[in-house]
T-cell receptor, first 114, second 115 residues
Framework: DTGVSQDPRHKITKRGQNVTFRCDPISEHNRLYWYRQTLGQGPEFLTYFQNEAQLEKSRLLSDRFSAERPKGSFSTLEIQRTEQGDSAMYLC????????????FGPGTRLTVL | AQSVTQLGSHVSVSEGALVLLRCNYSSSVPPYLFWYVQYPNQGLQLLLKYTTGATLVKGINGFEAEFKKSETSFHLTKPSAHMSDAAEYFCAVSERGNQGGKLIFGQGTELSVKP
């Protein structure tokens, strides 16, 4: 069973550095979502793709954040010039449009910015 | 803007007791409704969902939830708690008409189960 995978699982970086996370969705899923979860809070929506098109971005997403999904398969989320406030769990989810409306989540990437 | 409120950030029950976790949403048009569970250092797992049809929905691990439009609620229940139910539970909604778009989550309820 190949679920949603994320890499790396943990990332520690120094303030000001750039980081990139990868998400591999379930293979037939055409939608891919990124969420951010801080301690004690529910996940917050960041952005999502349908195939390779980025359909929505949260207003919370500063211009230091960029996401891509080339060829409509895996996706990357890059954070430039990281800040301590970026420390969080970054969750990826995928779904198949209109099919049971379920999103399947990966294990997340925990980012710590020192 | 759509919002989700989960009453009680921490709920503690005894093993074998009823579990009740509360969720209310804000929109006038009923959204799609979901409950997810998160175990420590893991991603989220879908427990159950309501999209249309019967308002009492059953999910995995003996959980169920009832959609009540008049109360804008979707409370999660389980008749008898097990130790393995200890986890964080999130209620979430997504807007109808977008074939399952972004999820808006509540702040979560941590469930503790006492022996």
């Amino acid at each position: 069973d190949t679920g949603v995978s994320q890499d790396p699982r943990h990332k520690i970086t120094k303030r000001g550095q750039n980081v990139t996370f990868r998400c591999d969705p379930i293979s037939e899923h055409n939608r891919l979502y990124w969420y951010r979860q801080t301690l004690g809070q529910g996940p917050e929506f960041l952005t999502y793709f349908q195939n390779e098109a980025q359909l929505e971005k949260s207003r919370l997403l500063s211009d230091r954040f960029s996401a891509e999904r080339p060829k409509g398969s895996f996706s990357t989320l890059e954070i430039q010039r990281t800040e301590q406030g970026d420390s969080a769990m970054y969750l990826c989810a995928s779904s198949l449009t209109g099919v049971r409306y379920e999103q399947f989540f990966g294990p997340g990437t925990r980012l710590t910015v020192l | 803007a759509q919002s989700v409120t989960q009453l009680g950030s921490h709920v503690s029950v005894s093993e074998g007791a009823l579990v009740l976790l509360r969720c209310n949403y804000s929109s006038s048009v009923p959204p799609y409704l979901f409950w997810y569970v998160q175990y420590p250092n893991q991603g989220l797992q879908l427990l159950l969902k309501y999209t249309t049809g019967a308002t009492l929905v059953k999910g995995i691990n003996g959980f169920e939830a009832e959609f009540k439009k008049s109360e804008t609620s979707f409370h999660l229940t389980k008749p008898s708690a097990h130790m393995s139910d200890a986890a964080e539970y999130f209620c979430a909604v997504s807007e109808r008409g977008n074939q399952g778009g972004k999820l808006i989550f509540g702040q979560g309820t941590e469930l503790s189960v006492k022996p």
